[in-house]
């Protein structure tokens, strides 16, 4: 029998982790699976899904720029896709896609399995309201956060993500210029695809609770550096990127793809020993 087909969907996709995250996942546990990488334009991307159906795929994983796409096409959806707008998993299920959104709960994860943080009671800082952003935002209530602040370049789409929580005590969005008037909080992620840039953007250290404040960035590599540098000249209790969380979200697609709950540990390991040989390289 010939192997059962995945892949990633995304532009750009050619320096994905995600093939060698499911390949190892699919050696770990013995199971037979494809798992490869497609580049696809926005105006290719139901052409694409459409093909990948004829030729026997069953799952994909839905990356930058489709997730807003991939859950707008889904006939079935788990409420954390919908509560996030976004899917970054889909499965064919015969007659159409079934889409869930496991960003948020690889992040959660991430922090509480792999780094033994208690996210209970934090005051949350949310920097960002694009896919990802809203992908985590529903999982970090659930983690317990006290209370969530969203803040946004784009201020109309904070208001929205927030609208979309359903929480108003709870969660609320605010103005990036009114950072300093903030007060100070127990975790900070940066969900923006600033990057590089971030070094020109100069968040006030007073966001920092001094003692026991988590920053997380949601990229990794270069990406993440200009965020994490500053949250350690800042004072933040640890500074973690995205990576674990996107070894997690990986394991969760895998989970409900194939029924088996990957241990994530090797992966993760290997991962992370490339990236910080780059990093110092
Ligand atoms: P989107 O394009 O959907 O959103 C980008 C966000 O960044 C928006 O909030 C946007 O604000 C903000 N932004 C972009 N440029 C600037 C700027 N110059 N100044 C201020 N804000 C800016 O991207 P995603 O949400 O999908 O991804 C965000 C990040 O999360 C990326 O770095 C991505 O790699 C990472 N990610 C990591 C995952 C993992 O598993 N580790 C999973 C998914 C994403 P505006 O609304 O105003 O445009």
Not at 58 to 70: D, F, I, M, Q, S
Not at 235 to 263: I, K, Y
Request: hydrophobic share 45%; proline share 5%; net charge neutral.
């Amino acid at each position: 029998t010939t192997p059962a087909r995945y892949a990633v969907v995304g532009r750009p996709i050619a320096h994905s982790l995600s093939p060698r995250i499911h390949a190892a996942f699919a050696r770990e546990t013995g199971i037979a699976l494809t798992y490869t990488a497609i580049e696809a334009a926005p105006e290719e991307f139901e052409a694409v899904l459409a093909a990948f159906v004829a030729e026997g795929g069953r799952g994909l994983n839905v990356t930058l720029p489709h997730k807003e796409r991939a859950f707008a096409l889904c006939a079935e959806a788990t409420p954390r896709a919908r509560a996030a707008g976004a899917a970054n998993t889909l499965t064919w299920t015969g007659g159409g896609w079934h889409g869930d959104n496991t960003d948020g709960a690889g992040l959660v994860r991430d922090l509480t399995e792999r780094r033994r943080h208690d996210l209970r009671g934090r005051r949350c800082l949310l920097l960002g309201a694009g896919g990802a952003a809203r992908g985590v935002a529903p999982l970090l209530l659930d983690a317990g956060v006290s209370e969530l602040i969203v803040v946004n370049r784009t201020a109309e789409r904070a208001d929205a993500l927030c609208l979309a929580l359903g929480e108003p005590a709870r969660a609320r969005a605010r103005y990036w210029d009114d950072l300093d008037a903030l007060g100070d909080f127990g975790m900070i992620v940066n969900a923006t695809s600033l990057g590089r840039e971030q070094s020109r953007v100069g968040l006030p250290f007073g966001l920092v609770a001094p003692g026991h404040c988590l920053a997380v960035d949601l990229s990794y590599g270069e990406a993440a550096v200009p965020f994490l540098a500053w949250a350690r000249a800042a004072g933040c209790a640890d500074a973690v990127d995205g990576l674990g969380m996107l070894v997690e979200q990986a394991a969760e697609s895998f989970q409900r793809w194939h029924g088996v709950r990957p241990d994530t540990g090797p992966v993760y390991a290997a991962l992370r020993a490339r990236a910080d040989a780059l990093a110092t390289a």
